[in-house]
């Protein structure tokens, strides 16, 4: 059986001296060529476990357990060095707005070269006609005159596939996409996860993608982990996710996502609640304080992962009774 690429064990990443726990135990694989969604509300751990993954978060201020490897190397135990060619030149990452993580100061052509050339022996001419390459390839417009362009210059849409063509530019095997549509209109947003889709065919790209829409995760990805208060409650295919979901926070963001059993006018069925405050988390299930099906159990220990199907597992203990309240996938898409 062929290595994982990513793999995670227990990974907990907590900040304030360990006060709040972030990220509370989270195992997760990836395989080559496959591409994994994490969903949940804003909060729930989903961005901290995405930057873990390259280091990103302030190591003073960061605490992390667990471990950590892609493609065999172990990510909490590079060195400075190692870790400068780890990151871009095996995995990569697209940031939520490119608009702050472009520089402003140099042209998106400039920023390219530069990344080529930090990483491989390359000279400037051939670094550019890689940039060039790649502007085509993620579809921008009149590319070579792009290529000079600041980014202030460029639309949102055009802006983010410059920022996908700069994660590219190193050739990764692994990319992380940090809510990579958040910012930009529907239309834009579908052309952006086409083109994901598309690269991570024709590239064999691994990717792990982070978002709080459903709909875009189930565009995207083989499987859907989904996140909350830094545990992964609900995990299995897009398509178990969607047709047979069996935690109630997973039921709870479908139904409150517009959708086909809907009319004209009717109100969305919100989750109620907030999340819980991360330095001060209830006992049991997190999820408890929210949840319609809550029972004094509940709030006894924390509900270890149950199979519910082949690859398919949820952190509840009523599993058989969170059947009856999901949607069905005609409810879901009006047919």
């Given at each position: 059986m062929t290595a994982p690429l990513v793999s995670i064990r227990g990974l907990k990443v907590a900040f304030a001296n360990g006060a709040v726990r972030a990220v509370d135990g989270v195992d997760l694989d990836l395989a080559r060529g496959e591409v994994v969604a994490l969903i949940g509300e804003s909060g729930s751990g989903k961005s901290v476990t995405l930057r873990s993954l390259?280091?990103?978060?302030?190591?003073?201020?960061?605490?992390?357990?667990?471990?950590?490897?892609v493609d065999g190397r172990d990510v909490l135990a590079m060195g400075r060095r190692e870790l400068a060619q780890y990151r871009g030149g095996v995995a990569s990452m697209i940031f939520q707005e490119p608009l702050l993580a472009l520089d402003p100061v140099y042209t998106l052509g400039q920023q390219i070269v530069e990344s080529i050339r930090?990483?491989?022996?390359?000279?400037?001419a051939e670094a550019r006609a890689r940039a060039l390459a790649l502007f085509e390839r993620v579809?921008?417009?009149?590319?070579?005159?792009?290529?000079?362009?600041y980014p202030h210059e460029m639309s949102g849409g055009m802006r983010q596939r410059a920022m996908i063509a700069l994660a590219l530019?190193?050739?990764?095997?692994l990319l992380l996409a940090d809510e990579p549509t958040t910012a930009l209109d529907a239309t834009v947003q579908i052309q952006i996860l086409l083109l994901l889709r598309e690269l991570q065919r024709d590239l064999g790209l691994s990717i792990i993608f982070v978002t709080h829409d459903i709909g875009a995760a189930v565009e995207v990805a083989d499987?859907?982990?989904?996140?909350?208060?830094?545990?992964?409650?609900?995990?299995?295919?897009?398509?178990?996710?969607?047709?047979t979901p069996r935690?109630?926070?997973?039921?709870?963001?479908?139904?409150?996502r517009a959708?086909?059993?809907l009319s004209k006018g009717s109100r969305l069925e919100a989750i109620p609640g907030s999340p819980p405050d991360l330095a001060n988390l209830p006992p049991g299930c997190t999820f408890a304080p929210r949840c319609p099906l809550v029972i004094e159990a509940c709030q006894a220990e924390r509900p270890p992962p149950i199979p519910v199907g082949p690859g398919h597992r949820a952190r509840c203990i009523r599993v058989n009774e969170a059947a009856a309240i999901a949607p069905t996938a005609e409810e879901l898409l009006g047919v």
């Open positions: 390259l280091r990103l978060n302030p190591e003073r201020r960061t605490q992390i357990e667990g471990a950590m490897s930090r990483h491989e022996s390359v000279g400037a579809r921008i417009p009149s590319p070579e005159r792009r290529l000079d362009s530019a190193c050739r990764p095997k499987r859907i982990l989904v996140m909350y208060a830094g545990r992964i409650v609900e995990e299995g295919s897009a398509r178990d996710l969607i047709r935690h109630p926070y997973t039921i709870g963001l479908l139904k409150s959708h086909g059993a």
